[in-house]
C-alpha cells in the first residue's frame, strides 16, 4: 500500500528489475551537511563515484509529498539550494509530509526505510546517529539505531558521529541484534578519525565477504540491518586530540544555548568545522566518497549472489 507513494526514477527502476547494483544515499547531507553550492557539487560527485564502481545511484528524498528513490540533477540542486528550509525527515515526519505535499530531506532512517520499499538492499553515508552523550538522563537516542534493528538494509559509513557517545552506541546496537562489521578494521572508526577505543563485533576484508554476510542474513530470515564501518582514509584523518577538544567546546555551546532533538547533530557538525578552520567539512566529504566506493563494489557482489 505505502508503495503508492513511492516514485523510483527510471534508471534505478531498470537497474532493480535487471538485478543490477544499486546505491542509496541519503539527501540530510545535501541539504543540512554543507553550504551551496558544494552541497550539490559532492552529492553529484557521490553520484559519479558509484557509477565509476559498477552501480547505479540512488538518491532518496521526499519532494512534493512523494518518495523518491533516485533523483534528478535538477532535484538535487533544489535541495541543495534549499538548504535548511527542507525539512529533516525522520520515521515520525514521514506521514505528515506526504500527507502535506511538503518536502523533506531523508536522514539514515528514512533513507533506509524508502531504500526497503524500493528494493535497495545497499545504502551509503556519513557517519550515523547514535545514542548522545548525557542520554542517561535525556534520553537522546537517534532514530537511526532503531532504524537499524528493523529494516534489512546494509548501511555502509565511517562509524558512529564522533559526537555521540560511542560505547552506549554499540551497546544499544548489541541489545538490538545489529551486526556491527569492521572493514577492514576491529576498531569502530569514530567518523573524523580512524580509531576509538571500542572494538566491533566482527573484521571482514571484502565487499564479498561484506555481501555473503548480509546475504545470509537475508536467507536466515534474521531480519533488521547490518552496520558496515569503513576508516575515513588515513591522509584526511583528523588528530584525534584537536577534533576531541573541538567536539567537547560544541558539545558546551549546544548546551549553553538550549540546542537539542533534531537540531543538535547539525548545529556541532556546523559548529566544528568553524572550530577546525574547515578542516572537518574537507574529512566529512572524503569519507563519504571512501563510502561511496566500497557500497557500490558491494552492491555488485551482493547483486551477483542474489543471481545464484
Known amino acids: 500500500m505505502l508503495n503508492k507513494y513511492l516514485d523510483i526514477a527510471p534508471e534505478v527502476k531498470a537497474a532493480l528489475d535487471a538485478g543490477k547494483p544499486v546505491v542509496a544515499l541519503e539527501s ?13 557539487e559532492t552529492a553529484l560527485n557521490v553520484e559519479k563515484l558509484i557509477r565509476d564502481n559498477g552501480a547505479v545511484p540512488a538518491t532518496i528524498a521526499v519532494i512534493k509529498g512523494r518518495l523518491k528513490a533516485g533523483l534528478s540533477e535538477a532535484e538535487i540542486d533544489y535541495l541543495g539550494k534549499t538548504g535548511h528550509a527542507v525539512p529533516k525527515a525522520s520515521r515520525r515526519d514521514l506521514p505528515v509530509l506526504v500527507a502535506q505535499g511538503r518536502d523533506g ?22 557517519g550515523i546517529g547514535g545514542v548522545h552523550r548525557g542520554a542517561e538522563t535525556t534520553m537522546d537516542v537517534s ?14 559509513c565511517a562509524g558512529a558521529k564522533s559526537i555521540l557517545d560511542l560505547g552506549l552506541t554499540l551497546e544499544y546496537l548489541e541489545t ?15 567518523f573524523y578519525t580512524r580509531k576509538s577505543g571500542f572494538k566491533v563485533d566482527y573484521e571482514l576484508d571484502t565487499p564479498a565477504e561484506l555481501a555473503k554476510a548480509f546475504h545470509v542474513k537475508q536467507e536466515m530470515g534474521l531480519g533488521g540491518g547490518m552496520l558496515v564501518t569503513n576508516p575515513i582514509p588515513e591522509e584526511y584523518s583528523m588528530d584525534a586530540d584537536a577534533i576531541n577538544k573541538a ?6 555551546d549546544a548546551k549553553k544555548q538550549g540546542i537539542h532533538g533534531k537540531e543538535t547533530t547539525p548545529f556541532l557538525l ?27 563494489k558491494t552492491a555488485a557482489e551482493l547483486a551477483s549472489l542474489a543471481k545464484n
Open 270 to 296: 556546523a559548529k566544528i568545522k568553524d572550530l577546525t578552520g574547515g578542516d572537518s567539512l574537507n574529512s566529512n566529504i572524503q569519507l563519504v566518497y571512501n563510502n561511496a566506493r566500497l557500497a557500490a
Open 176 to 190: 538490538h541484534g545489529v551486526p556491527v562489521i569492521g572493514y577492514g578494521t576491529e576498531e569502530l572508526p569514530a
Open 143 to 156: 532514530a537511526d539505531l532503531e532504524e537499524l534493528a528493523h529494516t534489512p538494509v546494509m548501511v555502509i
Open 28 to 40: 540530510t547531507i545535501i541539504s543540512h551537511g554543507m553550504p551551496y553550492p558544494q552541497n550539490v
Open 247 to 252: 567536539i567537547d567546546e560544541a558539545i558546551t
Open 105 to 126: 530531506a531523508c536522514t539514515v532512517t528514512t533513507t533506509m526505510i524508502i531504500a526497503n520499499l524500493a528494493g535497495i538492499k545497499v545504502f551509503a553515508t556519513g
